[in-house]
């Protein structure tokens, strides 16, 4: 096949419908849904957040019956557009804007830096697939739930879908880093101007700082300087 394999495993191989997302000039609908239905086939997979009559939840029903397919079209998202025409801080009460101030000063002054990336290559993608994957694995443990990424596999092709969707243009990752350590992220992809967001974590050592709740915020005040209308969460 000449299709990315990240792309495909991402479409399904997670818990959300992404056919229509990674289904753009570089992977044809058709054997995007075949890479679904074929690493789909045999195994019971829990789809969640997925539209009832998408392409992906009928496909999945008809070829898969070992698979459930759960509806929640409730999903929350930010309407940008209405935060760029109203401007951001009207829907911030000033004591929400002075904590966020204060907090993400506080970070700055132990030398936390922000980032949006749009593109990884080489090292770079690799230090961030690698301490994202890491962070994601420790929270879902401290939860008691074991994570896809125990499997070296899963890293591979994390690894892959990264560099996929880099070289399509549509990768956005927002970070907060101390140095070389990771402490927070948040990866999307930015499509037809939806910001897709899709795989977060935080570093619980430095919960203090409230580093995932500065990268959320963070995501949506530069999506509104962007070409971002709407944040699928």
Not at 35 to 64: D, L, W
Not at 152 to 170: A, N
Request: glycine share 6%.
């Amino acid at each position: 096949s000449t299709y990315p394999a990240g792309a495909l495993m991402f479409a399904a191989y997670h818990t959300v419908d992404y056919s229509e997302v990674v289904a753009s000039s570089d992977l044809h609908r058709d054997e995007l849904m075949k890479g679904i239905i074929e690493s789909s086939r045999n195994h019971s997979i829990y789809f969640q957040n997925m539209r009832a009559g998408s392409p992906t939840a009928i496909a999945v029903k008809k070829n898969c019956p070992g698979c459930t397919v759960v509806s929640r079209e409730n999903c929350p998202f930010v309407d940008v557009r209405k935060l760029r025409s109203e401007r951001y801080d009207a829907f911030e009460s000033e004591e929400h804007e002075s904590r966020f101030k204060k907090r993400f000063r506080r970070a700055q002054n132990i030398g936390v830096c922000f980032r949006l990336d749009c593109t990884l290559t080489g090292e770079r993608l690799d230090m961030f697939a690698t301490q994202s994957a890491r962070l994601q694995r420790i929270g879902l443990a401290n939860k008691g739930l074991a994570s896809n990424f125990e499997d070296p596999r899963l890293l591979h092709f994390y690894k892959q879908l990264l560099d996929s969707f880099s070289r399509m243009g549509t990768l956005r990752i927002y970070s907060a880093w101390l140095r070389s350590e990771l402490l927070a992220f948040r990866v999307g992809m930015a499509i037809d101007g939806i910001l897709y967001d899709w795989l977060t974590g935080y570093d619980r050592s430095v919960a203090k700082y409230s580093p995932g709740t500065l990268v959320l915020e963070y995501m949506i005040r530069e999506s509104v300087n962007l070409a971002v209308d709407e944040i699928d969460m």
